[in-house]
């Protein structure tokens, strides 16, 4: 307990202290973010952690003055939080990145921790997520440079972050863009040729205990291009990537194998009507930024699910996870508004959205077949009636292979979402969800809901729970307030969570159960 007074304490300090800093002529922004749990005794759901106490916190701080930048972060694990436990073991503090930054109007060049993506992410993506706990950041040395509006070149060199370290690899990466519409002056169409090369270099022999040779793998060198195609023109837009990748030795794998994928992407929209087609083929596609480790923060590339990303508890309760090793297929996604010409308080939003996935090999499956990974298709409808009240209904119908497809077995499953907010008027509103989950197999059916009254902009009160109503026969329920002061936000909440995938952005990572007190603060100056 003494520890949580001493954190709050300090946090609460850096907050009010958030407001406009000038250096000379230049200024000084940044951010702080903090998750703390304190665990509580729960035998419904498990063993409590031995350490009740866990804090990620996060620390920014960035200075420009006109084409000069630079920046810092700092971040403390107090001990790291529950199902984080690769980033780090007990308490640990350290700078996660820095970098100094010149730009100019044609040049730009950077040294110290890169954040950056090649193309659609296929071969190379360097980026932050906090709630994943991954960063990936290269330490290293990038240059830009435009010739006009015509041509982009970029380059960048050095060692990626692994966690709380830096792997025993390092990278460089190269990427070419010609703007043929801008060199031929297409004013009504847009047309890019765009081309990446990526090298991750390592040596074989830091383990005696592994035997690289053995599974196939000779040559330190791994080397990956990718070719891309954008296009646009009144409405339509055209996109698509093919990737070529050396051999390499997956986390999972025997032995070691090239890989290869393509992406392509369609879409056309008109007045309120827009409609998107992406297909997507994974084969071997698991880069990791060190031979020598696993886990969800070793990864070079960027392979999220191209299926749609649930808000609701129940609709998100089993995402998809991509096949890395091998998998094809892709999403349709449609959506129309019907808008009151007279009243722009009244008006209808309705969405379409369907994807399926299937393994790529024979050899993936039991029965020597290819297997149905994922599919689920959803509608839903969103209406506002007037200033006061909006409704959202949603059917989400999924299936899912347990398995990852090594199985000829799904489970089936049917949610109903019914979302209402009502508007007393400027600042007080009322959110109210109601949830069903139908399904004959795996954990049965579920129901949750949610409660949320909101006082701007200050105030918010909220209140959930879930029910399994078959098997298990538990309920997670979590209630808690925030409060938001200029920028500064404060949340602390009470609840009993599932064990369960955590998604961001179409990657996931297994968070385990747990019962506790969450204090999430954020705040940026």
């Not at 640990?92 to 950077?110: C, G, H, R």
């Not at 949340?491 to 969570?497: A, E, I, K, P, V």
């Amino acid at each position: 307990m003494k520890r949580i007074i001493l954190l709050l304490v300090g946090i609460c300090a850096i907050a009010s202290a958030s407001a406009q800093v000038q250096v000379g002529e230049g200024q000084v922004s940044g951010s702080l973010e903090s998750n703390t749990i304190y665990y509580m005794d729960d035998s419904k759901i498990g063993e409590t952690p031995k350490d009740k106490f866990g804090s990620n916190n996060y620390l920014k701080v960035d200075y420009s003055n006109g084409r000069f930048s630079a920046g810092i972060q700092a971040n403390a694990f107090l001990p790291v939080l529950q199902g984080y436990d690769d980033l780090a073991t007990g308490h640990k503090f350290y700078l996660a990145s820095k970098y100094i930054q010149w730009q100019d109007d044609n040049f730009e060049l950077m040294v110290g921790d890169i954040f950056d993506q090649l193309g659609n992410g296929l071969i190379f993506r360097s980026f932050e997520d906090r709630q994943l706990g991954l960063n990936n950041s290269l330490e290293g040395i990038r240059g830009i440079y435009n010739f006009g509006n015509y041509v982009r070149v970029k380059g960048m060199y050095g060692r990626p972050r692994l966690y709380t370290d830096y792997a025993d690899s390092w990278v460089r990466a190269a990427d070419l863009s010609v703007s043929l519409s801008d060199i031929f002056s297409w004013d009504a169409a847009l047309f890019n040729v765009e081309g990446s090369y990526v090298n991750r270099n390592q040596s074989l022999s830091l383990d005696p205990m592994m035997n690289f040779s053995a599974a196939g793998l000779t040559n330190p060198n791994l080397n990956m291009y990718s070719g891309r195609l954008n296009f646009g023109w009144n409405g339509l837009s055209l996109r698509g990537e093919y990737v070529e990748k050396s051999k390499d030795l997956a986390a999972s794998a025997q032995q070691a194998s090239s890989g290869k994928a393509l992406l392509g992407e369609i879409g056309y929209n008109i007045n309120t009507f827009s409609i998107m087609a992406t297909f997507r083929q994974l084969d071997n596609m698991a880069t990791r930024l060190s031979l020598y480790d696993a886990g969800i923060g070793n990864t070079l590339n960027y392979l999220p699910a191209l299926t749609r990303q649930y808000t609701y508890m129940l609709a998100n309760l089993n995402p998809y996870q991509v096949n890395t090793e091998g998998e094809i297929g892709g999403q349709v996604d449609a959506c129309y508004s019907i808008r009151n010409k007279d009243d722009r308080y009244r008006y209808w939003n309705m969405h379409v959205n369907y994807s399926t996935f299937y393994t790529l090999h024979a050899s993936q499956t039991e029965r020597g077949k290819n297997e149905r990974l994922w599919q689920d298709f959803n509608f839903d409808v969103e209406r506002q009636w007037n200033k006061q009240l909006k409704t959202i209904f949603l059917y989400s119908f999924q299936e899912w292979n347990p398995s990852h497809g090594y199985k000829h077995r799904t489970y089936v499953s049917n949610v109903f979402v019914g979302d209402v907010t009502y508007k007393f008027n400027r600042k007080n509103s009322l959110r109210v969800e109601a949830q069903y989950l139908w399904s004959d197999e795996y954990e049965g059916d579920w129901i949750a809901g949610l409660v949320e009254y909101s006082m701007a902009p200050k105030w918010s009160i909220f209140f959930s729970d879930m029910y399994n109503i078959d098997l298990t026969k538990t309920n997670y329920y979590n209630g808690g307030f925030s409060y938001t002061h200029n920028r500064t936000r404060v949340q602390l909440s009470y609840g009993r969570n599932r064990a369960g995938y955590v998604c961001s952005g179409g990657v996931c990572r297994f968070s385990p159960a747990y019962t506790g007190f969450n204090l999430v603060l954020t705040s940026s100056f």
